[in-house]
């Protein structure tokens, strides 16, 4: 079967780094995507890597290795506000995105 | 804002009664996707349409039943819900469905709650 794992949840200092891991077994793969969700928000879109490398984006930064089945989404700099949960989703062979269950992460003072 | 509208934002209905979601975006995407979120587990994929027409039916119990009359506008028809059912029901949207690297534009969501 399919599945993605990710810890369920993380707690980090403000000002410091954490790094969220996440695995997958899929048949197929057309890419690996980060979403950011706030408590009674929408998702939103974070990041997405289809090749095996580090994609930076400010303050955050996603990595892929296709052969080991494992991303991390590592963020930096940490605010209050990003204080939510973090999703990772692997788009399969039909391109059908196949989730993990979310990271919350609890950012502390 | 996301240019993805979902109503209501809550709804609480008995398991007789008959309701419906509605979702419209306003990005001129081709894809639109129900998804039911529940607590602690991941997103599922209910339905997907891909210009008007549904291309994914993730085994989802006739009781819930989806409409899309155009590309901006998605529905999701409920009736004889079960308790269980109750969970945050997400539209999103996409430029395609068979695009590898579209990004996913979701709704705010619509916090059902089934007595």
């Known amino acids: 079967g399919q599945n993605i794992d990710q810890p369920t949840e993380m707690t980090a200092t403000e000002g410091a780094i954490v790094q969220i891991n996440c695995t997958y077994q899929t048949s197929g793969f057309n890419g690996l995507f980060w979403y950011q969700q706030h408590a009674g928000e929408a998702p939103t879109f974070l990041s997405y890597n289809v090749l095996d490398g580090l994609e930076e984006k400010g303050r955050f930064s996603s990595f892929l290795s296709r052969s080991k089945g494992y991303s991390y989404l590592l963020l930096k700099e940490l605010q209050m506000k990003d204080s939510a949960s973090y999703l990772c989703?692997?788009?399969?062979?039909?391109?059908?995105?196949?989730w993990g269950a979310g990271t919350k992460l609890i950012i502390k003072p | 804002e996301t240019g993805v509208t979902q109503t209501p934002r809550h709804l609480v209905m008995g398991m007789t009664n008959k309701k419906s979601l509605k979702c419209e975006q306003h990005l001129g995407h081709n894809a639109m996707y129900w998804y039911k979120q529940s607590a602690k587990k991941p997103l599922e994929l209910m339905f997907v349409y891909s210009l008007e027409e549904r291309v994914e039916n993730n085994s989802v119990p006739s009781r819930f039943s989806p409409e899309c009359p155009n590309s901006s506008h998605l529905f999701l028809h409920l009736h004889t819900l079960q308790p269980e059912d109750s969970a945050l029901y997400l539209c999103?949207?996409?430029?395609?469905?068979?695009?590898?690297?579209?990004?996913?534009?979701f709704g705010p969501g619509t916090r059902l709650t089934v007595t």
């Open positions: 999103a949207s996409s430029q395609t469905f068979e695009g590898p690297s579209y990004e996913q534009y």
């Open positions: 989703a692997v788009s399969d062979s039909n391109y059908q995105l196949i």
